[in-house]
């Protein structure tokens, strides 16, 4: 008899279709339980029995926790899991395996909790971990518990965090009617600071942009401000006498270090506008 490939294409392709589901665990998070606590009220007991044989043979509704119910933790909810809470609590048999304190599931099957267990303490949302850790829809920085959270906070920009600094420590030197270094950071006659900056060479050292974004070792605005320009001219070749000292110039030098952090932020998280 020839062989017939086709029932082996079959196997492979509901293999193949098997893989590609994915159980609804990976999508959200998950609640905390005590597997054998099936009522989910805190204690593991007969009552916890009763509970599990309601739902499997009375029509007593879907389970608190499906996974607390999952007693011998092979991924579903059958009559096995009763006779193994019975055999723990009256014939010496082996404890469910964990979690018992707490815990989220270790192993990866499609149960979940209804109802958190009272015991337990209710999930939080980890803000940077693309799951919904407290199973409220909203993922991350879009849930309403990341609000403050420094992982979720926007971007710094140039107008609204670094540019009030600038008016404050610089433009009355890089401005009208000095505009020393013909660095003219101000807003007048229709200057745009922003763009007096970004990808501008430097006149002192013009290996340098004034900004280079993500870049603020690169960026000679950074340099001036860190102090460290002397050196960066010298990596680069460019005549040290020609660096200048650091900003702001002379009895208004320097910004104090956070400032001086706060720009490095700026240029190293893309120098927004
Ligand atoms: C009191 C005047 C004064 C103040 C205030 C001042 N600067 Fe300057 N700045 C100068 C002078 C003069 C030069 C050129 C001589 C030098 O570099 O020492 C210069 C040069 C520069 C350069 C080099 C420009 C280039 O094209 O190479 C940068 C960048 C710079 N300043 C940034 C700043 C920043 C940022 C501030 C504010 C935090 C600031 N300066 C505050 C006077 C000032």
Redesign the pocket.
């Known amino acids: 008899m020839p062989w017939n490939p086709l029932p082996l294409t079959t196997l492979v392709i509901l293999i193949l279709i098997g893989s590609l589901w994915v159980s609804p665990e990976t999508a959200r998070g998950q609640m905390l339980f005590n597997r054998g606590d099936c009522n989910t009220d805190g204690v593991s007991n007969i009552a916890d029995v009763v509970h599990a044989l309601g739902v499997l043979f009375s029509g007593a509704g879907p389970a608190n926790c499906a996974d607390a119910c999952d007693v011998n933790d092979d991924g579903g909810n059958d009559i096995s899991d009763p006779i193994y809470m019975l055999g723990n609590l009256f014939s010496g048999g082996p404890n469910p395996p964990l979690p018992d304190d707490c815990g989220p599931d270790p192993t990866a099957d499609s149960l979940d909790c209804l109802i958190g267990p009272a015991s337990c303490p209710p999930p939080v949302e980890d803000c940077g971990n693309g799951v919904d850790d407290d199973g409220d829809n909203d993922v991350d920085c879009a849930d309403s518990d990341c609000q403050g959270d420094p992982a979720c906070a926007p971007p710094l920009s140039f107008s609204l965090d670094m540019y009030p600094?600038?008016v404050d420590?610089?433009t009355?030197?890089?401005g009208p009617p000095s505009n020393?270094?013909?660095?003219d950071l101000s807003l007048e006659a229709g200057n745009d600071p922003y763009a007096s900056l970004i990808n501008i060479p430097?006149?002192?050292?013009s290996s340098y942009d004034?900004v280079e974004p993500a870049e603020s070792q690169n960026s000679?605005?950074y340099r001036?401000?860190s102090g460290t320009h002397i050196d960066a001219a010298t990596a680069a070749g460019c005549a040290v006498v020609n660096?200048?000292?650091q900003?702001?110039?002379?009895p208004?030098c320097c910004?104090d270090q956070a400032t001086i952090d706060l720009f490095q932020e700026w240029i190293d998280g893309g120098a927004n506008p």
């Not at 020393?180 to 660095?183: C, H, I, R, S």
């Open positions: 600094i600038i420590q610089c009355f030197c890089h020393f270094a013909n660095l430097s006149t002192e050292c004034l000679w605005l001036k401000i660096a200048g000292t900003m702001p110039l002379g208004f910004l």
